[in-house]
């Protein structure tokens, strides 16, 4: 069963600060995506990332993909307050395109 | 750009009746997924539609539906309601269903079972 682990599970960061957020996997995936969801709102994708050792960069958000395609990473640089939210990694299981998620990330962006 | 619309946004109904979401997809996807999310929890597939034939299926209940229609949009039929099925359901659409695939989510219907 393939599973992924987010950490740290909550982050309260005054603005202005870096943070790192982790999605890790003893399994292999072909891809895997990042979404950021506000509350009672559907996810929203950020990121894709599909070869392994890739960097993606998004403005202030930098994304990595492990060599191993088993892990990932989002790093935001000087958080600013629209940055809270909840921040999902996610995963193909199987080949018919479903997702499996990361329990997420909360994130809490103080001024 | 057209996104993925759901509806209806929220839906409260008593236990043992019936509700029915809807969602229709960005417009040339072909595959439609559906998704509930409890309470701080992460999205839990439920179901999925690829070229209007059912594609895959997670933890969905017998008491649970869903179809995709020849215009491609879909929807998720739920029977004799349980305080349980509250929750935030989501519809998510991708053009094709590899790997590689970016699928996009609607806004969600909270459904609320008293």
């Known amino acids: 069963t393939q599973l992924l682990e987010q950490s740290p599970q909550f982050l309260s960061i005054q603005e202005g600060e870096n943070l790192t957020v982790y999605c890790n996997s003893s399994?292999?995936?072909?891809?895997l995506q990042w979404y950021r969801q506000e509350p009672g709102e559907g996810p929203v994708l950020l990121v894709t990332v599909v070869t392994g050792g890739e960097v993606k960069k998004l403005k202030r958000l930098t994304f990595q993909f492990g060599d191993a395609r088993k892990d990932s990473s989002l790093h935001i640089t000087a958080a600013q307050t629209g940055d809270t939210g909840l921040y999902l990694c996610a995963g193909p299981s199987g080949n018919t395109g479903k997702l499996i998620f990361g329990q997420g990330t909360t994130l809490q962006v103080k001024p | 750009a057209a996104g993925v619309i759901q509806s209806p946004r929220h839906l409260i109904k008593e236990k043992r009746e019936t509700a029915t979401l809807k969602c229709y997809p960005i417009p040339r996807h072909d595959t439609v997924y559906w998704y509930q999310q409890g309470p701080g929890q992460d999205p839990q597939f439920l179901i999925s539609f690829y070229e209007k034939m059912q594609s895959d299926k997670g933890s969905i209940p017998d008491r649970f539906s869903a179809q995709q229609f020849s215009d491609y949009h879909s929807e998720l039929n739920m029977s004799s309601l349980e305080l349980g099925d509250s929750a935030l359901y989501f519809c998510?659409?991708?053009?094709?269903?590899?790997?590689?695939?970016?699928?996009?989510f609607g806004q969600g219907t909270r459904l609320t079972v008293v």
């Open positions: 399994s292999v995936f072909s891809s």
């Open positions: 998510a659409s991708s053009l094709g269903r590899t790997g590689d695939t970016e699928a996009f």
